[in-house]
Structures are given as structure tokens and as C-alpha cells.
T-cell receptor, first 112, second 114 residues
Framework: QQPVQSPQAVILREGEDAVINCSSS?????VHWYRQKHGEAPVFLMI?????EQKGHDKISASFNEKKQQSSLYLTASQLSYSGTYFC?????????????FGIGTKLQVIP | NAGVMQNPRHLVRRRGQEARLRCSPM?????VYWYRQLPEEGLKFMVY????????ESGMPKERFSAEFPKEGPSILRIQQVVRGDSAAYFC????????????FGQGTRLTVV
């Protein structure tokens, strides 16, 4: 089941904050976040596992609410380099290997 | 340590021809995943392979598509008798462990069927 991401697109000015949400209709085992710039490979941001954790590095962090079956990605004090499409991917169970279903993405554009 | 290498970056095929997409995983990675991405859509899982074994091909069309990851050499995604609907970006990813780990993506092969 494909996770639902919101918003579909967002435009920020440098320095502003953003939140991208990812929700599932089914219980989740893990949530994966990637960023992809146009014409490039998706780049890993972080994985959150069942248990309701929160992770972050630099000014990008994420939370995983197991009960609500959703995850949120927080971008603080956005930089021009944050522009791109953000994908969340979900796993419903640990099958011994990664089988991630990705959402359609959230396009983020940071302008000066 | 070079990243995941995919080639070609762009491939144009006429309807009915075969397309061969190659993926060399990062050194030391024995887990390879193939994804397909259509414009304005997310990445769709196709197949997961470990060295010489196909573990999960549930996302791959049953006909015309096949994948392999031989003991020596790159992983190959093969599409026979291509049709216009096969036009997409195909991404390969590799990881050092099978689960709960970062997957490193290649830059993709953009297949255009004319």
C-alpha cells in the first residue's frame, strides 16, 4: 500500500521551516526518507523503526508515530540545497530484507 | 569507494527490441534492488537480489522482464520486446546489509521506447 505524502509541493524562502508528512493506512514497521534532485539519484536521509523514534542530523529531523501510522520530516532554517523531491518509503513488516513502498513525493523549492 | 554505477544513463529502443540495463553495486554490497520510476511518481519496487539469487521479484511484470546478479559482474535488468509503456527511469540500489539500512542508489537509466 503506497503511503500518502503531504503537501505535494511547497515553496519556501531561505531560512523558513517546513514539515512533510507521510501517512499509511496500515501499521508500519519502518519509514525511510530520501531526497532526489532532478535527474539525480535519490539520496538517503534516515530510517525510523517501529518503536516510535525520532532522529535528526544537522537541521533535518524526523519523527515516527507508530500509533498514528505516520511520520513527519522537519526541515529547519531551510537552505537552497534542500530543494528537491522528498520521498517517504514504508515497510509493513520486517521480512528479512528491505521491501520499501515509496510515496509519490513532495516537491520542495527553496528560493532566496 | 565508487558509488553505485548504472549504465547506460540513457537508452533508446524501438518497440520490440531488447533493453539491457546494468548495475554495479558499491564494493562489498551483496544486496541489490531495482526500482522503476515514472514521471511525477514514486519509486516502485521491482526485484531484490543477492549474489546469484533472486529473493523477491514480486514487483516485476511476469512477462518480458528478468533480472540477474551473477557471481562475477554487474546485476542486469533485461526487458525483452519493449513497448512504449516500458519508458521510465530504472534505478538500482545496493546495501551492505539486507534490512534496516541505508540503500545507495545509482543515477538511473532512462529508457525511452520509440
Amino acid at each position: 500500500q503506497q503511503p500518502v505524502q503531504s503537501p505535494q509541493a511547497v515553496i519556501l524562502r531561505e531560512g523558513e521551516d517546513a514539515v512533510i508528512n507521510c501517512s499509511s493506512s496500515k501499521a508500519l514497521y519502518s519509514v525511510h526518507w530520501y531526497r532526489q534532485k532532478h535527474g539525480e539519484a535519490p539520496v538517503f536521509l534516515m530510517i525510523l523503526l517501529k518503536g516510535g523514534e525520532q532522529k535528526g542530523h544537522d537541521k533535518i529531523s524526523a519523527s515516527f508515530n507508530e500509533k498514528k501510522q505516520q511520520s513527519s520530516l522537519y526541515l529547519t532554517a531551510s537552505q537552497l540545497s534542500y530543494s528537491g523531491t522528498y520521498f517517504c518509503g514504508t515497510e509493513l513488516a520486517s521480512g528479512g530484507y528491505q521491501k520499501v513502498t515509496f510515496g509519490i513525493g513532495t516537491k520542495l523549492q527553496v528560493i532566496p | 569507494n565508487a558509488g553505485v554505477m548504472q549504465n547506460p544513463r540513457h537508452l533508446v529502443r524501438r518497440r520490440g527490441q531488447e533493453a539491457r540495463l546494468r548495475c554495479s553495486p558499491m564494493k562489498g554490497h551483496s544486496h541489490v534492488y531495482w526500482y522503476r520510476q515514472l514521471p511525477e511518481e514514486g519509486l516502485k519496487f521491482m526485484v531484490y537480489l543477492q549474489k546469484e539469487n533472486i529473493i523477491d521479484e514480486s514487483g516485476m511484470p511476469k512477462e518480458r522482464f528478468s533480472a540477474e546478479f551473477p557471481k562475477e559482474g554487474p546485476s542486469i535488468l533485461r526487458i525483452q520486446q519493449v513497448v512504449r509503456g516500458d519508458s521510465a527511469a530504472y534505478f538500482c540500489a545496493s546495501s551492505p546489509n539486507p534490512a534496516n539500512t541505508e540503500a545507495f542508489f545509482g543515477q538511473g537509466t532512462r529508457l525511452t521506447v520509440v
